[in-house]
């Protein structure tokens, strides 16, 4: 079965998925690992509803099926043309390479930032025409009562298009960063938020896909965040290369371990790879948790039937 999008590629959906190859693995992680989630010290007045959250069953994922591709939109932004510079892996380990990075091209059009109306903070990007994907520890609690969230795309030293409110919030149900984490806890640490405006239709949004065997231990990878210590989560900084060394903790999808370096305010950042030959553009997952080792990044097939399940139950 094949559903197509107006200006998307396909999603391939295969409907004799099993709900068994959902994670079953417990393997334990480094008792160091923290959320990367940002603070910039001050509150501002809640405006709207808070949040609604909505837990993800494995019946809910296995309605749309095993997912392999999720599509791309450029929307109104111009493609940033990488350059060979970009392209070339290289092997720098133990340096610190986070660097500012100011662009209105796509995709870094369709990443922003996620403020709480406490002031907590994270890194959002658009996977659909009102669909941000993020970690899951960057959405409010149940028991964190009237917190709003507001997503801003491509800020940088304050807004420079519009941004948006975000209603309800979609991930997996059982995970839990925070209390004894496991590999899974942080393979499907993942949220995606609805907004209520389809800021995507203008800033573009890009497609995902699952990580698989030709892609580790190679030096490819780019992840964009707001670091508190580098940009005091005013500015985007950006890093590359990335090298995943891993993504069978949880089981062949993730997490994703690699070696980038992250700060607070990086949670819920994308990791993603140069356009493929017909100028798409997949991320592979979003930050989940970091040590003085290295960041995990949550992904993985899951991750991918989340998005598709929020784009097509809340259009």
């Known amino acids: 079965m094949v559903l197509t999008q107006r200006h998307t590629a396909a999603?391939?959906?295969?409907?004799?998925?099993?709900?068994?190859?959902?994670?079953?693995?417990?393997?334990?992680?480094?008792?160091?690992?923290?959320?990367?989630?940002?603070?910039?010290?001050?509150?501002?007045?809640?405006?709207?509803?808070?949040?609604?959250?909505?837990q993800l069953t494995p019946s809910n994922l296995a309605s749309v099926g095993h997912v392999t591709e999720v599509p791309s939109l450029f929307g109104l932004s111009s493609p940033y043309s990488d350059t060979d510079e970009d392209l070339a892996e290289r092997g720098i380990v133990g340096v610190?390479?986070?660097?500012?990075?100011?662009?209105?091209?796509?995709?870094?059009?369709?990443?922003?930032?996620?403020?709480?109306?406490?002031?907590?903070?994270?890194?959002?990007?658009?996977?659909?025409?009102?669909?941000?994907?993020?970690?899951?520890?960057?959405?409010?609690?149940?028991?964190?009562?009237?917190?709003?969230?507001?997503?801003?795309?491509?800020?940088?030293?304050?807004?420079?298009?519009?941004?948006?409110?975000?209603?309800?919030?979609?991930?997996l149900s059982g995970?839990?960063?925070?209390?004894?984490?496991?590999?899974?806890?942080?393979?499907?640490?993942?949220?995606?938020?609805?907004?209520?405006?389809?800021?995507?239709?203008?800033?573009?949004?890009?497609?995902?896909?699952?990580?698989?065997?030709?892609?580790?231990?190679?030096?490819?990878?780019?992840?964009?965040?707001?670091?508190?210590?580098?940009g005091q989560g005013e500015r985007q900084y950006r890093q590359y290369p990335i090298t995943i060394s891993s993504s069978t903790g949880c089981d062949a999808y993730g997490p994703m371990v690699t070696d980038a370096d992250a700060d607070s305010g990086q949670s819920g950042g994308p990791l993603w790879l140069p356009p493929d030959a017909a100028g798409d553009r997949y991320m592979y997952g979003v930050a989940s948790s970091t040590s003085s080792t290295g960041t995990n990044f949550a992904g993985g097939d899951a991750f991918l039937q989340g998005i598709a399940y929020v784009r097509q139950n809340y259009p």
């Open 11 to 54: 999603i391939v959906l295969t409907l004799f998925y099993s709900v068994s190859a959902l994670p079953t693995t417990q393997v334990k992680q480094d008792e160091l690992y923290t959320q990367p989630i940002g603070n910039l010290g001050e509150s501002f007045k809640p405006t709207g509803p808070p949040p609604t959250i909505i």
């Open 96 to 171: 610190d390479n986070r660097v500012v990075w100011n662009s209105t091209d796509y995709p870094y059009s369709a990443m922003g930032r996620l403020i709480w109306s406490t002031g907590a903070y994270c890194t959002g990007t658009l996977v659909g025409p009102r669909h941000v994907a993020t970690a899951r520890h960057c959405s409010p609690s149940d028991d964190q009562t009237g917190i709003t969230v507001t997503f801003q795309p491509d800020y940088f030293n304050g807004e420079r298009f519009p941004s948006s409110k975000v209603g309800p919030v979609l991930s």
């Open 175 to 230: 995970v839990d960063v925070v209390n004894n984490p496991d590999a899974c806890d942080y393979k499907n640490d993942w949220a995606i938020m609805v907004l209520d405006d389809p800021l995507g239709n203008d800033r573009g949004y890009m497609g995902a896909k699952t990580v698989d065997s030709s892609l580790l231990k190679r030096a490819i990878f780019y992840h964009l965040g707001y670091p508190l210590d580098l």
